[in-house]
């Protein structure tokens, strides 16, 4: 850890430990060296962060986008996979300029009440995040081993064993985990793509934003869940962390030469993120759309139409190697997020293995509790109550973020340009105002 760093003026507090201590500055950054040999060792958070967009909470909306609507919806990820790769470059800066992840710059900046309710609620996000990921776990297990819902409960809480270890070898490790496991479901939608056999100029006509999106009641109520499923708020707090992993110098210059590495790393880590979304997207259009089975939105009854639709057994098991990949993906990084916001915005100190725990055993319960009671059932319903939960939190992760970030006080030199303010607003006014809908739909109509 480096002392004597330097703060911005705008802070209330100068003495803050640095996010993630045990790995701080942990992963070296060639000095005198070629461009791809930096980006490579900034090459690894942005991993981490498209990992949160291909996740179980995504798989729903985007099943359901592309068996209702055909291609369609294409345009509302790409759209959504804009706003994030914007969101997630104001996340980074913040931490590489002001070296404070989000919750430690909430904490800094508000009023100690203030900081605790927004801990509050970014805990609870947290954990449906996490309940998100462990029911996509269950039903991955039950998919491929035919393991009861109960019993996979149990078997996911068993992952936090894997990710102390690797978290012990250091911060390289686990991304070289998580990129393992991009890389498997990659290799799986690529598979179910080829089976699915798509057409290829109604995808590219996809992509095009039209009218008919918002003229429709209901594929305008998909869209807002694809976004609200997209624009994960643990993302803003993780990546503003772990960028600081990096060993590059505290200065203006080395501070610059991060944020160019690092928007590299997350726009392309992001893009990669997009191509495996529209791909589930894809190949619901392609096989249930296609086939007149537009009221598919279930992960279970997807799994089971694939393979008689495409012909192949091979289809349900990579559809279902996927799921379990993109779960416990997003359960590492949603663990890494819980030590990250209780660090920073009680500044509470625990082991990390302890917070691993305590975050575990709070999604753990209430899944437990649905899987027991309702089945299947209950953790679908699960599924869509913890989406609802993020969509909620979202609203209070993004506006500290965009309002940071164009302080002056705050970022000093690196404060976003007019342009930039102008649009990071303006998605966060379209976030904010879609987000309010969905809420408004799911509990009042």
């Known amino acids: 850890m480096q002392k004597n760093r330097k703060f911005y003026k705008g802070w209330r507090k100068e003495n803050t430990t640095p996010s993630l201590s045990e790995v701080f500055s942990s992963v070296s950054v060639p000095k005198k060296t070629g461009k791809w040999k930096k980006?490579?060792?900034?090459?690894?958070?942005?991993?981490?962060?498209?990992v949160g967009y291909m996740d179980?909470?995504?798989?729903?909306?985007?099943?359901a986008g592309g068996a209702k609507f055909g291609y369609m919806l294409l345009s509302v990820i790409f759209i959504s996979n804009i706003f994030a790769i914007i969101l997630q470059y104001l996340a980074?800066?913040?931490?590489?300029?002001?070296?404070?992840?989000?919750?430690?710059?909430?904490?800094?900046?508000?009023?100690p009440l203030i900081s605790f309710i927004l801990w509050i609620l970014c805990e609870i996000a947290i954990s449906a995040c996490d309940l998100a990921e462990i029911i996509g776990s269950v039903l991955a297990l039950k998919l491929l081993f035919g393991i009861p819902i109960t019993l996979g409960v149990l078997i996911t809480s068993l992952d936090i064993l894997i990710i102390l270890f690797f978290q012990y070898k250091?911060?390289?490790?686990?991304?070289?985990?998580?990129?393992?496991?991009?890389?498997?479901?990659?290799?799986?939608?690529?598979?179910e793509i080829i089976s699915s056999n798509p057409e290829f100029f109604p995808i590219l006509k996809g992509i095009i934003p039209t009218t008919e999106i918002i003229k429709n009641s209901h594929s305008f109520y998909i869209s807002i869940g694809i976004l609200g499923a997209t624009v994960m708020p643990h993302n803003l707090y993780l990546h503003s962390s772990i960028i600081q992993t990096r060993d590059y110098p505290r200065t203006m210059e080395g501070k610059k030469m991060a944020i160019k590495y690092a928007t590299i790393d997350s726009t392309l880590s992001l893009t990669l993120a997009f191509f495996i979304n529209a791909a589930i997207l894809i190949i619901s259009s392609a096989t249930f759309h296609k086939y007149g089975h537009t009221e598919?939105?279930?992960?279970?009854?997807?799994h089971k139409l694939l393979t008689p639709i495409l012909g192949s057994s091979l289809s349900g098991i990579f559809f279902a190697l996927a799921l379990l990949a993109s779960g416990q993906n997003s359960t590492l990084t949603g663990t890494i997020a819980g030590q990250i916001v209780m660090e920073g915005f009680l500044h509470i100190r625990l082991k990390p293995w302890i917070r691993r725990l305590i975050t575990r055993l709070i999604a753990i319960i209430p899944a437990m509790i649905a899987s027991i009671v309702y089945g299947e059932k209950g953790t679908a319903e699960l599924l869509i109550?913890?989406?609802?939960?993020?969509?909620?939190?979202?609203?209070?992760?993004?506006?500290?973020?965009?309002?940071?970030?164009?302080?002056?006080?705050?970022?000093?030199?690196?404060?976003?340009?007019?342009?930039?303010?102008?649009?990071?607003?303006?998605?966060?006014?379209?976030?904010?105002l879609l987000n309010l809908f969905l809420l408004y739909n799911t509990f009042f109509q």
Not at 173 to 185: G, K, N, P, Q, R
Not at 403 to 430: C, E, R
């Open 39 to 50: 980006l490579f060792a900034f090459t690894g958070p942005g991993l981490l962060i498209a």
């Open 56 to 63: 179980p909470g995504n798989w729903a909306t985007d099943i």
């Open 92 to 111: 980074l800066k913040l931490g590489i300029v002001c070296e404070r992840d989000l919750a430690q710059a909430c904490r800094d900046h508000y009023h």
């Open 170 to 191: 250091g911060f390289r490790y686990i991304e070289s985990v998580v990129a393992t496991l991009i890389f498997t479901i990659l290799v799986c939608f690529i598979f």
């Open 296 to 302: 598919v939105a279930d992960i279970m009854d997807a």
């Open 385 to 432: 109550i913890s989406q609802i939960i993020l969509s909620i939190q979202l609203i209070f992760a993004i506006i500290p973020l965009v309002n940071f970030t164009g302080d002056y006080d705050k970022m000093g030199s690196f404060v976003n340009g007019p342009f930039l303010k102008l649009l990071a607003w303006s998605i966060t006014i379209i976030v904010v």
